[in-house]
Each structure stands twice: as structure tokens, then as C-alpha cells.
């Protein structure tokens, strides 16, 4: 009986709002407003794939009005193309466009949009090279990447334990600042890429907030799952924080891998692989994060093995998704998630530091080894450059 | 752009993964790039057919600007006898805003004179009495500026004539040759490249040779409003006589009245294929001035070009300006047997 008046209650202002919808769309504001002003007309680039003698075009439509392509241009000259499923993309639809043109290896070429109203999208593609088909070369051939990039490197940083674990207590607390040092220069990262691949996102996704609600979300919703064990204390607390700090860093490695495989959906892939020892030695150091909280207890193999794996495949993952079906969307998503999961890792971390130091963040040793973090990371960082 | 100067951490990681992947294409996988290579090696068609598909896809509709019917079509005006026995051509202009289609599909809101772009070719003999009236049915203020001999109140260029406003031009055909005629109200550039010019024409009083005449008005459109031409064309519709070759018979004589109306690039140009021409630069001296195939014109420059074919079948003519002919100035004249 009293349930009625409750759903009453919270039904009478959806419906208010639903006739105020129809009293202004029917009124005629609307049309007043736009009365003479041109549709306004977005198109992003999701994917450009190079085949033999064809490119073809994925694309979204972000903005408020439908666009009609009306004709398409390879390096600012008119082309022959087909379109799928329509010439007309509808708000937030999507469409394939094929293009059969003799592209040119290692050259650059533009892909341009010319709407009916004469407005144009175009995407560089800066190095021309063939998209590789999704197949078991594809996924051999990015599973490498990610070992070489993700799961080696981290796993080498686990073999710090035996060391940590024969450390003095204030040197172990001084690793586990290191440890936030790297996790805040990571979550940054991850953030700026966030922000970067937002900018790619179809306007009506909100790619800024996009990373907003991805960051707090994974900050809210690995708090709320990992929460019980991280007030237990003692060794299980340790052994959490541990395989949070794995998560946050395996999110944050995903979206690497997504980067990756998206160079090639983009056709963004250029040579440079020295690079690569670079980014080895950089994330390296992601494993000595990830043992420093476990220092003192006494871990199994299969749990250290665990966390490497949690922390390194999904950068495999990753360069999987991001190589058959990359989108700026999921790739701002994914960054976002691991921001998030990182900031909340840190906050664990801290907690946990500022029991054994007394509370006291800016003690010498605790401020000193957050700032030695950043600065290897930083340093590292310059040596992919 | 900044973004492009600046190597972030992940675009390394982008040129890194590349690196890799080509090590382990090469190293442990044996040959993956090289498959691909011969996979495109091994399809010569996949690549060489894609050359022959540039152009644009569809068609103009038909119910609005005709590029065939405005090449041949010559607006004489209304022919009358002054009392002192000179002739007297009466033309009406009106400016008006339309919405014009410059390639299959894409639309650009044009300001026109007459409603089409380029306006009606005007034609006069030299001596004639022209007497342009001109109404003004267009947003903005805009005149009338014809080139040639005329007394300063009948330049169109320091008096514009208000939206809803009329203004009556009057003066002598003359000097005889090939002029242009355009608004000519600040700021010119919008002015211009938004539509209003035309073909002016002065016979001289000792007639050209006969000949099959055409007006070509070489044109462009910066159909998104960046200050470059997304279309270019000769009589406005992009790759319009690519589609619809206009034919010509094989030996006569054929004459193009061509007029550079572009604006934003400083030079466009004329090449035939298979032939050479003669030109008479502004078509202001019946003895030409050069025998070529290939004629360069600054904007508001215009010249007569006399030529016939020796052989039949398809020739283009384009813009040497390769990016010009490939965004839609290129057209073909189809070579026929003369029949008698």
C-alpha cells in the first residue's frame, strides 16, 4: 500500500519531463534557433586498414546531425569508393568506406571526407604499409611484442625479491616509496595518454569524460572489492596490495598493448626497434613495485608468478585488441581504468607506509624514495627517447 | 601541428612495437613483412586497376545548371536602334543567393549572377551600346564591374548597389576581345569566389573566321571556407565534360573563349591533348600571338584559343596543374568523322 505513493512520487517528475521534451520539440524553438544555420556535421577515423591496391575507411559520426559523403579524396584528388551500409551516416552510426587506390609503401598518404554540405575529415596515414591480417601470424607475431614489452621485463623486476627480502624494514618501506613514486609517474602517464586518446573520440562519446568516469570508477570499484582485505592488516593486506598493484600496472600495460596493436589499425606503424630495450629497462622497474610490498613475507612461486602474469599479459591483450578492432574509445577507457586502478593502489600503499613510519609521509626516507620513483622512471623514461 | 612534433612516451611505444614486429617477423618467424610484399607483388591488378578509378562517384542532378547548354549559350540581349543608328543591347542581371551543386553530392551556397555560376556570357559587338540593368536580390550589397573602356561612374567598383537596389550600366562595347565581367564589393575575395563573374565578350567589327564557339570559364570552390579550393572545374561542375565528353568534328574549326575566374591560387592553365592551338591573348588582336598546348593564365586573365582536331576519338583537355585537373578541372573532347 505504501509502495504506490513512493513510485508515484518518483515517476510524476520523469513524466513532467518527458512533456516539457514534447512541449519544446513540438513549440518550434528549436527550429527557431536553428532556422538558416548549416547541419553541424563531425566525422571521426576509427580505422584505416592498407591492403594491396585498396584502403579502407572505418568511420563514426559524433555530432548532432546526420552526414551524407558525398565524395572522397586521396592526397587532395577525387577517388573512386564504395560505402557501407549507406553514404549517409546517421548520429552516432558507424560506416565502412572502401577506397580501391595504389597507395604507395613508406609514403604518406591523406584520406579526406567531402560532406554534401562541402565540409572535410581527413586522416593521415603517416607511413603507408600493409595492415596485418588478423590470423595465427597476427597473434604470434603480437604476443611476441607484448612478452618482449610487458611480460619479460616485469618479470625480471620480480627478481628483485631475494634482495628486498634481505633489506632492513626502513629500507623495505623506503622500496615500497619508490613504489609510489613509479605508480604516480605511471598513473600520470596513463592519464596524459587518456586525455590524448579522448581527443580522438567522436564528439558525442565525451572522450574527457570518458576518462573521469573510467579513472574514479576503477578507483571506487577496486576499493569496494579489495577493501576487506586491505583493513585485515598483516601479511594478507601485504599480499593484496601486492596483486593490486599488479592490476593497476596490468591496466595501464593494456592500454600500451592497445597503442601498439593501434599503430598498425591506424596505419601508424613506423621502424625504430632499438626502442624496444628502452621500454625493457622502463618497465623493469614495474616488477620491483610489485614485490617491494611483499618484501618480508614469505610468498609462493605461483604467487609471485601470478602477479607477473596479471601485470604483464595484458599487454598481449592488448596488442591484440587494439591490432583487430582498436577504437580511440576503448583505448581512452582502458588508460582511464588503469589511472584509476593506480591512484587507488597508491593510496593503499600509503596507508600501509604510514603505519610502519609513523604517519609521516614527508620523513626523509619516505619523501626521499617517492621522488627516487619518479626520478627513475623519468630517467628510464629518457632512455626510450 | 605540435602533437606531430612531439614524440610522447606511447608514440615511441607505437614505433617500438613497430620495430619489434618487424624483428619478429624477420628473425623468428622467418619472412612475415616479405609475405606481404609478394602477396602485393604477387596481385599486379589489385594495385594497377586501383589507378584508373580516380574521379568523382555519381552524377549532378540534372535539374539545375547545365554545363553543356552553358558552354554554346551567348546572351546578345535585347537588340534595338539608337536614333543616332547605333546599336543598343539591353541585358537584365539580377544577383540572387543559391545553392548550386559544384560536384555529385556537394553543395556550396553560392552568390550568382541570374542564378547560375559562372553568370550569362555577355556578348556585344565593339561599338555597340550595352545597357546592363541590374538588380540587386542577393543578402549582401553587389555591383556589376565590367572590364573595358567606360566613363568612372560606370566602373561598379566604388558604388555598391544595396540588397533590393537597382543600378542601370550603361556604355560602349570596346575595346574588341574576350573580358570578364565580376562584382565588385569588399571584400572581393568573398564576392568572387562565392560566384559572380561571367564571360564578356566584344566581337570585333571585322568578324572572327567561322568556327564552333565555346565559353570556358575556369572556376574553383572552397566548399568548406579555409581559404583553398576543395573543387575546381571550367564551367563550375567538377569533371562535368569528363562525364559527358563534348563532341567536336574532326578538321573544324574550333574557337574557346576562356576566361581564369579562380580565385586563392594564383595561376591555373589549359592543355590539349593530341593538339596544339593557336592563342590570341585577350582576344584583343585577330593575328595570333602563339602556337602551343599549353597555356598559363594569372587570375582575371583570359585569352581566345583556335584549334582543330587531325584524328578522332577521346582527347582530354585539363589544367596542367596536376592537383587542379585531379579535383575536377578535366574534361574530354570526343573527336568525330564530319559528316556532311
Known sequence: VTRFPVLRWAVLPLALLAAATVVVT??????????????VEELSFERVTLEPGRILVDIVNGGPDAVLVAQVLVDEAYWQFTMTPDRSVPRLGRASIEIPYPWVKDEPHQVTLLSSTGITFSHEIPVATPTPQVGPRFFWVFALIGLSVGVIPVAIGLLWYPMLRRLDRRWVDFALAITIGLLVFLGADALHEGFEAAAGVAGAYQGTLLVVLGAVGAVLL???????????????????????????????NLGEGLAIGAAYSLGEATLGAFLMIGFMLHNTTEGLGIVAPIAQDRPRIRTLVNLGLIAGLPTILGAWLGGMAYSPMWATFFLALGAGAIAQVVIAIYRVLSRSAGGQLLEPLTAGGVLAGMLVMYATGLMVA | MDRDRRLSRRELLK????????????????????????????????????HSMAGVVGSVSSDGFDPQAFLEHFDWGAESRLPSGQTLREYDIHAVDREIEVAPGVLFPAWTFNGQVPGPTIRAREGDRVRARFRNMGTHAHSLHFHGFHPADMDGSLEPVPPGGEFVYEFDAEPAGLHLYHCHVMPLKKHLHKGLYGAFIVDPPTPRPPAREMVMVMNGFDTNFDGENEVYAVNTVAFAYHHRPIEVRKGELQRIYLVNA?????????HLHGNFFHVFRTGTSLSPHEFTDTIMMCQGERHVIEFSYRHTGPFMFHAHQSEFAELGWMGLFNVVERTV
Open chain 1, 222 to 252: 577496486l576499493q569496494m572489492a579489495a577493501g576487506s582485505r586491505l583493513k585485515k592488516g598483516g601479511a594478507e593486506e601485504r599480499q593484496a596490495i601486492a596483486f593490486l598493484i599488479a592490476l593497476g600496472i596490468g591496466l595501464h
Open chain 2, 262 to 270: 579562380l580565385e586563392f591560387d594564383l595561376v591555373n592553365s589549359l
Open chain 2, 15 to 50: 614505433r617500438g612495437a613497430a620495430g619489434a614486429a618487424g624483428v619478429a617477423g624477420l628473425t623468428v618467424l622467418g619472412d612475415s613483412a616479405g609475405a606481404t610484399m609478394h602477396a602485393a607483388r604477387g596481385e599486379p591488378s589489385a594495385m594497377n586497376g586501383a
Open chain 1, 26 to 39: 513540438r513549440s518550434g524553438l528549436v527550429e527557431y534557433l536553428r532556422r538558416g544555420v548549416p547541419p
